[in-house]
């Protein structure tokens, strides 16, 4: 992209907020440009919890987050039901906890006032025998126990469904984009774009916009600082833990040594655990697990799940949240709201930023963000994103009928429905660019999921997927048991032919998604199984002539 890009708004970060705005503005008929430094989704979306709910502990002292988290919640459920999923907790109490069982309840019930907001069930009380038979695989010193509901959803392809229908709409959508340099009215300072640079090319280029926003997450006070303003941010890491299987029947509370609230809960094939909260002052590009946040982790899991470490940790997630800035509290207490920074009193008229706030929130601070910026365009169109679908989340996916109609095993239909919906069939169609009926039957690439040779060509050629390592997050590649070792050859080798990729390149993503893969899985090996992972990935990569 060599020619100036003119544009309203430019929007730089694309997590959720920044996918939400741009959504939000091309639904308002702005046009827009939203540049992300790599994957949408890739910081902090990608490393939640992926839950969309109110927040039981933010109830007592931010109850208008647990409100905003509720409402969006229901939001979301409508406008992309297959990107979510009901999540039945358990809440066990035992004799040691500091809060007994009465006042668990009054908590719970002021919760209750909630669900409908978001289409969950009232709690219930459990015996200690009805808790055990529930959930056999909690500790036998349970006293009772509590159930609730919660919802959950795929947080890396909600985020891409936002920017993809955005683009859609209009907007200029570029991953592996990142902003070299903010662009200034001379005299004034107003800030009017940005000079980007694409990562993958090396080509640089200008965005003129009318005004912009700095949607950087935790990246924001950095992005600000180019253009000398402040926002000041404390950042909170947090890790979790994924397991092969799933390690328990519904999602089950528990308790760190220092009384920080946890769980473990099923999310799409595997259970994850988490999360933690950290104060974070390192390098924003070099997050990692270490394995004494693994041991803080099992170690308040195995207080709920006393078999916990019977289960394999196939790998972990590790993120930082943009929490903004507290002094005197801990990590815990700090705020999860959120703030629209307008900087023109700072000496940058129009550059707003985004920062806080949480991914069940995301379209409710999007639509305050995109409200301000429309304000100082002189625009008004009311916000839309409550009622208008994404992308798939238009209607009922009848899976038998698309299994038979392209050949494909309904298990695997079933999987590319929750990621794309009623396009399903469109993704399947679209097999080997010719029709159904002329195409062989999709072939499965990765077994964990499944992830089928039609989609990974769908999201390459219809979507602007541009690396191997992005398949982790579009569709799951490489995220179960063989993390990657299975699949990561023959994916690259799909791309390569439908991204014209020459074989440096291809070797090149295929090293680079090997690396990932093992960063994420070190912190959680140990003794033997260590030794026989690094074994395993020297033989990888050594196989396909990579230095090791």
């Given amino acids: 992209m060599s020619a100036a890009v003119e544009v309203a708004v430019l929007v730089v970060g694309g997590g959720i907020n920044g996918a939400g705005i741009a959504r939000d503005l091309a639904l308002r008929g702005v046009r827009c440009a939203l540049i992300e430094r790599r994957e ?60 007994g069982p009465e006042l668990v309840e009054v908590g719970l019930e002021m919760y209750d006032r909630y669900q409908p907001f978001k289409n969950g069930r009232p709690h219930t009380r459990l015996s200690r025998e009805q808790a055990l038979r529930l959930e056999p695989a909690l500790s036998p010193r349970v006293e009772c126990a509590f159930t609730l509901d919660e919802w959950g959803v795929d947080a890396a392809r909600l985020t891409a469904a936002n920017a993809l229908d955005a683009g859609e709409r209009g907007a200029v959508v570029l991953a592996h984009t990142e902003l070299v340099e903010w662009l200034r009215e001379p005299g004034s300072g107003r800030v009017v774009g940005g000079r ?18 700095n949607a950087g997450g935790p990246w924001a006070p950095q992005l600000a600082a180019m ?51 950290d104060d974070f002052y390192g390098d924003l590009d070099r997050i990692e697990t270490t394995e004494d946040e693994v041991a803080y982790v099992l170690q308040a899991m195995e207080r709920s799940l006393p078999s916990i470490r019977a289960h394999r940790v196939v790998h972990t997630i590790q993120g930082v ?29 129009g550059l707003f930023t985004i920062a806080g706030g949480k991914l069940a929130a995301y379209r409710l601070m999007a639509a305050d963000a995109t409200d301000r910026l429309c304000a100082a365009l002189g ?39 929750f990621r794309h919906g009623t396009r399903t069939p469109a993704v399947l ?56 070792a299975a699949c990561a050859a023959p994916a690259a080798g799909l791309l390569a032919d439908a991204l014209d990729w020459s074989a440096a390149r ?37 196989a396909r002539g990579f230095a090791t």
């Avoid at 528990?254 to 769980?263: N, T």
């Avoid at 999921?449 to 219809?462: F, G, I, M, Y």
């Avoid at 090997?514 to 990888?540: C, K, N, Q, T, Y």
């Fill in 40 to 99: 949408f989704g890739s910081g902090t979306s990608w490393a939640s919890s992926g839950m969309i709910h109110g927040g039981l502990r933010y109830l007592q002292k931010d109850p208008e987050v647990t409100l905003h988290s509720c409402v969006d919640s229901g939001a979301i459920q409508r406008i992309a039901p297959h990107l979510v999923f009901r999540i039945p907790f358990l809440m066990p109490v035992f004799a040691e906890d500091p809060i």
């Fill in 506 to 542: 291809r070797a090149e993503e295929l090293r680079a998604f090997a690396e990932d893969r093992w960063r994420a899985v070190a912190p959680a090996l140990a003794g033997s199984h260590l030794a026989a992972m690094e074994i395993h990935r020297h033989a990888f990569l050594g």
């Fill in 379 to 417: 625009v008004r169109e009311p916000c839309r994103t409550d009622t208008t679908p994404l992308p798939g989340g238009d209607g009922a996916l009848d899976v038998l009928a698309t299994a038979r109609r392209y050949r494909t095993p309904a298990a695997a239909v079933v999987r590319l429905g």
């Fill in 321 to 349: 949240r943009p929490t903004l800035w507290g002094f005197g509290q801990s990590e815990d207490e700090l705020s999860r709201d959120y703030r629209v920074f307008d900087h023109a009193a700072e000496g940058a008229p």
């Fill in 196 to 213: 980007a640079r694409d990562r993958i090319t090396g080509e640089t280029f200008e965005i003129r916009a009318d005004v912009a926003i």
């Fill in 227 to 277: 253009a000398g303003v402040a926002v000041e941010l404390r950042p909170g890491k947090g890790i979790h833990l994924v397991f092969e299987r799933r390690v328990s029947n519904l999602a089950v509370y528990a308790r760190g040594v220092d009384g920080r609230d946890m769980f473990a809960f099923p999310h799409e094939q595997n259970s994850m655990a988490g999360t933690t909260d």
């Fill in 429 to 484: 169609a679209d097999h080997d660019g010719e029709g159904a009926a002329q195409a062989p039957a999709p072939r499965t690439v990765c077994a964990c999921e499944p992830v089928l040779d039609a989609e990974l060509r769908h999201v390459a050629s219809r979507e602007g997927l541009r690396r191997l390592l992005d398949c982790t997050l579009r569709v799951r590649l490489g995220v179960g048991a063989c993390q990657g």
